[in-house]
């Protein structure tokens, strides 16, 4: 039979203790909302989640019948890049988050996926680039607590658009009485 895991629990470790799995995924793996599964016990099962939730290290899935699942990150192949000095290292940092690149930050280096031209651009801003093993965490980035597409406006998004008009009018006509 197989288990579907529909609800998360964040960090439920008091109950987690008392029965579940733990799964390894990768950074992929964990954004995606539908992900059929082998758990190590050897039991299929099948990650349904809302779609734009996404998992993190440490979440706990409950299925329908009350299993437990705990998702760890899996150590996947990324490349380390350092440099000499942290202005270097953030001239870097720049140009990845320039092409919108998923990177794990820590204080004398960041992680990226394997990518053989951003691993040349990084070495042309004179860093060093190591291929590692380790679980990738990235960034969430500033749209973290939702995903919001262009062109799509709440009630927030129209207000400080009002504002906005209304500002950039008001500069408008403070330029042309002045020039008068």
């Not at 964990?30 to 809302?50: D, N, V």
């Not at 437990?68 to 940092?93: G, W």
């Not at 140009?95 to 998923?102: K, M, P, Q």
């Not at 060093?128 to 062109?151: D, I, K, N, W």
Request: aromatic share 4%.
């Amino acid at each position: 039979m197989t288990l579907l895991f529909n609800r998360k629990n964040n960090h439920d470790s008091i109950s987690f203790e008392l029965e579940g799995e733990v799964l390894l995924l990768t950074c992929f793996e964990r954004m995606r909302s539908r992900l059929a599964i082998m758990l190590p016990s050897g039991r299929g099962a099948a990650i349904i989640l809302q779609r734009g939730e996404y998992l993190e290290p440490g979440d706990v899935l409950i299925s329908e019948t009350g299993d437990r699942l705990r998702i760890e990150a899996a150590q996947e192949s990324l490349l380390c890049i350092r440099s000499e000095t942290s202005y270097d290292l953030m001239r870097v940092v720049y140009h990845l988050a320039n092409r919108h690149v998923r990177a794990m930050l820590k204080a004398d280096a960041v992680y990226i996926e394997p990518d053989p031209i951003l691993a040349d651009m990084a070495r042309r801003l004179g860093a060093s680039v190591q291929p590692v093993m380790l679980a990738f965490t990235p960034e969430r980035g500033a749209y973290a607590g939702g995903h919001h597409h262009h062109g799509e406006c709440d009630a927030n998004d129209e207000a400080m658009g009002t504002v906005g008009e209304a500002l950039s009018i008001a500069a408008h006509n403070n330029s042309v009485h002045k020039k008068s």
